[in-house]
């Protein structure tokens, strides 16, 4: 994340792993996560810049995409809870230009004001509630997480063709009892793009709206 504080224009990089990926938020514990189940997997652990739960990333699974903001910028806002509305809207655009939130397929929103969490938010990324994160009536379909400082703002955000919590759970260090009572709790709480648009098996036609509605945009790939 350290490439964008030199950064003086705005920019996007689309992100892509190479393999399977638990990307646990800044301030979880390191022992939240089983090693052996990671390591049974093949599954990198890394840790991002902005709070918030953990994010399971499988090779073609989602669009994760971060946008640099400088704080000179026209979108910096100082408050953040506020910050990221424009990325909400700026995925909205995208969704509904592939079908999501028309023909009876559910509403779309942006999540305005401060972070609610919920009884498994902190955990788990996509239970939570956070500003500019997009919803399809009641559930999650965009998440979002910011990291700030003096020079700018980054926010990180990824949408999944589906949504299914039991892969993240299977690599937190949880007994089956518990881990199968979150997987029910967790089950309703977001959506991928697939299920919300019969038309979107994948997500290239999200991303090229998202990069055609980003000015100046610079495009990279990796993770």
Known sequence: MEQFRAERRRVAVVREVAHPTLVLGSTQPADLVSP?????????????????????????????????????????????SVAAEWVGQW??????????????????????????PGPLGDLVCFAGRGPGEVFVDDRKIVGVSQWRSREGALFSSCAYVEWDAEPLLDLLSFDDVTRSELAVGLRAVAVGVGSSSPSVSELAGVRERLIDAFPQIGVAGGA
């Open 36 to 80: 052996a189940a990671l390591r049974d997997r093949s599954v990198e652990l890394v840790r991002r810049r902005g709070g918030g739960g953990a994010v399971y990333l499988e090779p073609g699974s989602h669009l994760w995409i971060d946008a640099w903001i400088p704080r000179d910028d026209v979108l910096w806002a100082h408050d953040v």
């Open 91 to 116: 995925w909205v655009e995208a969704l509904v230009g592939v079908g999501v939130g028309i023909g009876g397929q559910g509403v779309l929103s942006v999540q305005t004001g401060r972070s609610v």
